[in-house]
């Protein structure tokens, strides 16, 4: 059984930093890109970043291109979001995700193929 879990939400103030991190098992973690998406209240959930399986390409949103930095730990089966430079428009519940492919949908990084979802982690930036 797959199992998708994403840790290190909370609440943060505007300028301040989170890292969020996501372990993945039962599943082959170097065999998949893996991404991190987010949704706000009340709007659908869009792409933040993904990164292939060996760290060789990675996609950024451009709301977070710049202050965002996603990373892998095949070894440790771990995929990681360092968040800086916070702004309250990014308050939503993240997501990590595990798929085939990763591409640009319009100007937001996706996943492709059998897509397996983590059950998400608040983050709350304050003003």
């Known amino acids: 059984q797959v199992q998708v879990v994403e840790s290190g939400g909370g609440l943060v103030q505007a300028g301040g930093s989170l890292k969020l991190s996501c372990t993945a098992s039962?599943?082959?973690?170097?065999?998949?890109?893996m991404g991190w998406f987010r949704q706000a209240p009340g709007k659908e959930r869009e792409g933040v970043s993904t990164i292939t399986w060996n760290s060789g390409k990675i996609l950024y949103a451009d709301s977070v291109s710049g202050r965002f930095t996603i990373a892998r730990d095949n070894a440790k089966k771990t995929l990681y979001l360092q968040m800086n430079s916070l702004k309250p428009e990014d308050t939503a519940t993240y997501y990590c995700?595990?798929?085939?492919?990763?591409?640009?949908?319009?100007?937001?990084?996706?996943?492709?193929?059998?897509?397996?979802w983590g059950q998400g982690t608040q983050v709350t930036v304050s003003s």
């Open positions: 039962g599943l082959t973690f170097d065999d998949y890109a």
């Open positions: 995700a595990a798929g085939s492919i990763q591409y640009y949908s319009g100007h937001y990084p996706a996943l492709g193929g059998r897509i397996y």
